[in-house]
Nanobody
């Protein structure tokens, strides 16, 4: 059974940092694109960042570019989101996602991802 498990969320003051982790099990995702999305109350799920299998072509939403670097550790089957300079508007549930098709480039579209984690709450206080 494939599982994606996020961790690292929490409450942090504006300007602070958090690092989210997404550990995959049940199959390797070393050759697959992986991404992070978020959903705030009353809003649709939105793209945050994604990374392809090589880790060399990350893609970012404009709202987090320069603040939230994404990275991956393929031997650990884990992807990370380092969240720096957090703002109150970053408050949301953050979800990890993985594409089941190998060698694909990243996507900003949620339906392109086949596996999802349960989400972790991130709250930026003002």
């Amino acid at each position: 059974q494939v599982q994606l498990v996020e961790s690292g969320g929490g409450l942090v003051q504006a300007g602070g940092s958090l690092r989210l982790s997404c550990a995959a099990s049940g199959r390797t995702f070393s050759f697959n694109a992986m991404g992070w999305f978020r959903q705030a109350p009353g809003k649709e799920r939105e793209f945050v960042a994604a990374i392809d299998y090589s880790g060399g072509k990350p893609d970012y939403a404009d709202s987090v570019k320069g603040r939230f670097p994404i990275s991956r550790d393929n031997p650990k089957n884990t992807v990370y989101l380092q969240m720096n300079s957090l703002k109150p508007e970053d408050t949301a549930v953050y979800y990890c996602a993985a594409d089941s098709t190998v060698w694909c480039t990243t996507s900003r579209v949620p339906v392109e991802y086949d596996y999802w984690g349960q989400g972790t709450q991130v709250t930026g206080s003002s």
